[in-house]
Nanobody, 129 residues
């Protein structure tokens, strides 16, 4: 059974940084597509960043140049380094796992929610000005 546990959220001021972690068990995350999603109050969940089995990455435009998705295969952990945080980055952040090896255009190249089978409980990020 796949289990995903996020950590690293918190409250920071504008321009600050946070690094989110997602520990995976019951799942060899080095082989499959994984992603970070977020959901702000009153808004739909959106894909933020994704990484495939070859290490290719994809980001939504609003975080390009500020966020970096990466993984440590030895630790079976997925990361999201978030720099230059803005108030609009405030949301609950979720880690998600898929059983596909590569991005699919029909699933938004890793940023669509429908392709993911498994989700963590989330970690909250609050950015204040």
């Amino acid at each position: 059974q796949v289990q995903l546990v996020e950590s690293g959220g918190g409250s920071v001021q504008v321009g600050g940084s946070l690094r989110l972690s997602c520990a995976a068990s019951g799942y060899d995350r080095s082989k499959y597509v994984m992603g970070w999603f977020r959901q702000a109050p009153g808004k739909e969940r959106e894909g933020v960043a994704a990484i495939d089995s070859d290490g290719r990455t994809n980001y939504i435009d609003s975080v390009k140049g500020r966020f970096t998705i990466s993984r440590d295969n030895a630790k079976n952990t997925l990361y999201l380094q978030m720099n230059s945080l803005k108030p609009e980055d405030t949301a609950m952040y979720y880690c998600a796992a898929d059983l596909s090896l590569y991005f699919s255009p029909s699933h938004g190249y890793g940023l669509g929610t429908s392709q993911y089978c498994c989700w963590g409980e989330g970690t909250r990020v609050t950015v204040s000005s």
